[in-house]
């Protein structure tokens, strides 16, 4: 077990539909990240959010967005979805910027039909 | 071209072999070298990570970083069926902490 849980763990949403995705950090991580896993395929990164501001982001369009809270917990949304969008969704938590204990979620399964 | 390049296999080994996974990379800014494993339905799980050149072991793991060469490898020990995972390369940079992952290779040690 990391202490990173995600919720919820599968969902099927329609074309054109809003999502939201959410991710509990392990205690103590300050620093969040998101990372999208299409099938055969290697995680893809999303963003970065470091005390509730965004540090980074990857080659995404803005319809992907997200968030994190005081206690450091943080949402991906992700409007008008799009059937390229089906993929398993994967949230990091670290206790600093530099990645090197990052610490993954179980993911979320997000199919959209 | 891909920053980080993974064959995606898959690699299929008997139990007790001695496999070798390898990743090549483009970003000569790239500092620290991480490897995960990720089992089936599940999210990937840090088995080791090192920082530029040089082997580290742990267990029946060893990472080895060739920067010159913009190669590294994992090596696993008296392989078990419990190893059978995709095995995920991963790499970053001290001043940007996003993760750049290889595509990740299917391993299946059969008993």
């Known amino acids: 077990e990391t202490g990173v849980t995600q919720s919820p763990t599968h969902l099927i949403k329609t074309r054109g539909q809003q999502v939201t995705l959410r991710c509990s950090s392990q205690?103590?991580?300050?620093?969040v990240s998101w990372y999208q896993q299409a099938l055969g395929q290697g995680p893809q990164f999303i963003f970065q959010y470091y005390r509730e501001e965004e540090n980074g982001r990857g080659n995404f369009p803005p319809r992907f967005s997200g968030l994190q809270f005081p206690n450091y917990s943080s949402e991906l949304n992700v409007n008008a979805l799009e059937l390229d969008d089906s993929a398993l969704y994967l949230c990091?938590?670290?206790?600093?910027?530099?990645?090197?204990?990052?610490?993954f979620g179980q993911g979320t399964r997000l199919t959209v039909v | 071209q891909k920053e980080v390049e993974q064959d995606p296999g898959p690699l299929s080994v008997p139990e007790g072999a001695i496999v070798s996974l390898n990743c090549t990379y483009s970003n000569s800014a790239f500092q620290y070298f991480m490897w995960y494993r990720q089992y089936s339905r599940k999210g990937p799980e840090l088995l080791m990570y090192?920082?530029?050149?040089g082997n580290k072991e742990d267990g029946r793991f060893t990472a080895q970083v060739d920067k010159s060469s913009k190669y590294i490898s994992l090596f696993i020990r008296d392989s078990q069926p419990s190893d059978s995972a995709t095995y995920l390369c991963a790499m970053f940079t001290a001043s940007y902490g996003k993760l750049t992952f290889g595509q990740g290779t299917i391993l299946t040690v059969h008993p």
């Open positions: 090192t920082y530029s050149s």
């Open positions: 990091a938590s670290s206790p600093h910027l530099e990645n090197t204990e990052a610490f």
């Open positions: 205690s103590g991580h300050n620093t």
